[in-house]
DNA sequence: TTGCTCCTCACGTCACGTGAGGTGGC
DNA sequence: TTGCTCCTCACGTCACGTGAGGTGGC
């Protein structure tokens, strides 16, 4: 029999820890004297506690472990747990490849340009929402600017304010391109609303719904630089660094309804790019 | 301005982080009322926001952050603190890969033997001792047992308890091998001692150094089978699965002193494999 | 006036490390 | 008797999630 402290000598843990297992009810020391409360532990211990470092090593959580060891588990319970840690571990590396890209990719920048980035992309997720729009092609962007301005009047008059999100415009067309811009223009909502808007010569606008996306690279331009090439570049940069393609049309979220007073910027505008992981 | 629900919505975040960050001085909203303490934001308050997610994604810490987008902090800090975050980063997913591996030897093992293995690896590391001890070349078995009988009877004679801690015996020679047995003797010691300490036809031990140990493969077998080939299997095929390659003689670590009376078992004994990464 | 949003505690998380303050054992 | 070892609280960790219980605002 040891006391605490030569078994932990000999197992390298600490008494600390001897004593939590015990506490928990994971290594219960084989004697503890009554009046004391003096932990005393048999040799024949050292082979659990060793198991239970052993799997500790593997990641398993002292809950799962205290499963495994208990009682006599079916094997086929000791696999699914371990397959389903193999899985999570492999999912967490691949993660952590990803974020070293990310490091990597910053650390280049801050050679390149001295300071970091004036853009920062963020990774989100969206759930699908209804979407009252009009969607239509404009020569250039000042017909695009003039008919943005009468579909935000439009929702301004005919949707209530507590049922409107963001004023999201989704582009079709590439942003390179000189040719036409296919663009949508609309409101995300809170439900959906029947009731009839009608944008002046363009007649009704259409209730839709602005799909979910797993995952949007997001960036954040000030409204005063009406196409910010900074923003965007930003994006394409990091979406270079880390591997991501686009995978659906940009969406530009207008944090305010914009044109509301005559002296009204827009103010912030967040652009979305859905992504997925290249090959 | 927007309150706290409609800017946490535009985010993407809980309005519980944002209040944490105002509690920690992160990012304060740009006004609070003071009747009511409600929080409200400011559209350019979104960036820093937004800086300091793309930083968390990174696996920078809130205080790491803090420092870095407080004030103006030099170029080279962030460089620093960044490269830190690489290196840090790129150890975890080393150790990661490693987890991967023993997890995935675990589950090959499962298959083959039905069962979780009887022997647990675990890895230890351990600091130099002093260590009293003699070392001489043996024909077989035997003629090494009946040597460490003597050795245990002077160390019981000639050390004080106080004073010593385990029973070691290190193993120059290769275990496959049929030919002699090159083996050391000895017990480490809690300090330094002079008194000379002889064993019989013998003479003198010597007060020599057990060396450090980085990495330590371990595995527990019990005293009855005297050369537990599973044991050592065990540690083989944990070895092999893990790349790992042994980098020293190998000790074995009596947890009890054995012989002392005429019926005492060898009970348990810790077998150590000084190990290195193979390349 | 009724929901809705917001507020401030306060506990829980996971596996111990690290004192504080006190007592048994050789 | 003096160290040494052991004991039991109890706080701290990190970044919030999740209620509980209560109040302002449209």
Same mark, same amino acid.
């Given at each position: ?169 989704? /582009?079709?067309?590439?942003? *390179?391109?000189? =040719?036409?811009?296919? $663009?949508?223009?609309? +409101?995300?909502?809170?439900? %959906?609303? &029947? ?8 007649? /009704?606008?259409?209730?839709? *719904?602005?799909? =979910?996306?797993?995952? $949007?690279?997001?960036? +954040?331009?000030?409204?005063? %630089?009406? &196409? ?24 530009? +979220? ?26």
């Amino acid at each position: 029999m040891f006391r605490i402290g030569e078994f932990s000598q000999i197992a390298r843990v600490s008494g600390r820890l001897l004593r939590y297992y015990d506490s928990i009810g994971l290594l219960t020391p084989q004697h503890t004297d009554e009046a004391t409360g003096y932990r005393y532990y048999s040799a024949d211990q050292l082979p659990r506690l060793n198991r239970i470092l052993a799997l500790k090593h593997l990641g398993l959580s002292l809950d799962e472990i205290a499963r495994l060891i208990d009682d006599k588990v079916p094997v086929e319970e000791i696999r699914r747990l371990l397959a389903a840690k193999r899985d999570e571990l492999q999912h967490e590396l691949r993660e952590g490849a990803l974020r070293l890209r990310h490091i990597e990719s910053r650390l280049a920048q801050l050679e390149d340009a001295g300071t970091l980035a004036d853009y920062d992309i963020v990774l989100k997720s969206a759930p699908a929402q209804p979407y009252l729009s009009v969607r239509a092609s404009f020569p250039g962007m000042e017909q695009a600017v003039a008919m943005l301005r009468e579909v935000t009047r439009a929702i301004a008059r005919g949707v209530p304010p507590q049922h409107r999100e963001n004023l999201v415009v989704l /582009a079709y067309s590439d942003f *390179e391109e000189e =040719s036409e811009l296919d $663009l949508e223009m609309g +409101v995300a909502l809170t439900r %959906d609303i &029947r009731k009839r808007v009608d944008v002046p010569g363009r007649g /009704a606008m259409e209730m839709r *719904e602005l799909p =979910s996306a797993e995952r $949007l690279a997001t960036v +954040v331009r000030s409204g005063t %630089d009406y &196409r910010s090439h900074q923003a965007l570049a930003a994006l394409g940069t990091w979406m270079e660094a880390n591997r991501y393609r686009i995978a659906g049309p940009c969406r530009e +979220v207008f944090l305010e309804l914009p044109f509301q007073r005559p002296d009204q910027q827009v103010s912030f505008v967040e652009i979305q790019f859905p992504v997925t992981q290249a090959a």
